[in-house]
């Protein structure tokens, strides 16, 4: 499944998103890394993360394209708009 540039609440490869570990629209995280604090400036760190995993969370490389990952990475730079 391709990935729309920054949409709302991101799907997965998985048909999930990460609402479950960081929150909808990534408010109230629950233990999981808060995004909307993610620095805006290190994609390679959130690339990193999201491929090989870090802690408590997966690794999506070999469920996500290159395209899937530049999308979400779109979502946490945009940030939520309300």
């Known amino acids: 499944m391709l990935l729309d540039r920054a949409p709302r609440n991101p799907p997965t ?4 998103t990460g609402a479950p570990c960081h929150g909808a629209r990534m408010a109230d995280p629950e233990g999981a890394f ?12 959130f690339v990193t993360a999201v491929t090989r995993g870090k802690s408590s969370m997966p690794p ?23």
Do not use: C, H, I, Q
């Not at 808060?34 to 400036?41: E, V």
């Open 34 to 45: 808060d995004l909307r604090k993610f620095p805006r400036d290190d994609r390679s760190r």
């Open 13 to 16: 490869a998985t048909g999930g």
């Open 60 to 82: 999506w490389g070999d469920l996500l394209k290159p395209d899937d990952v530049d999308a979400l990475w779109a979502y946490v730079v945009a940030g939520e708009k309300n």
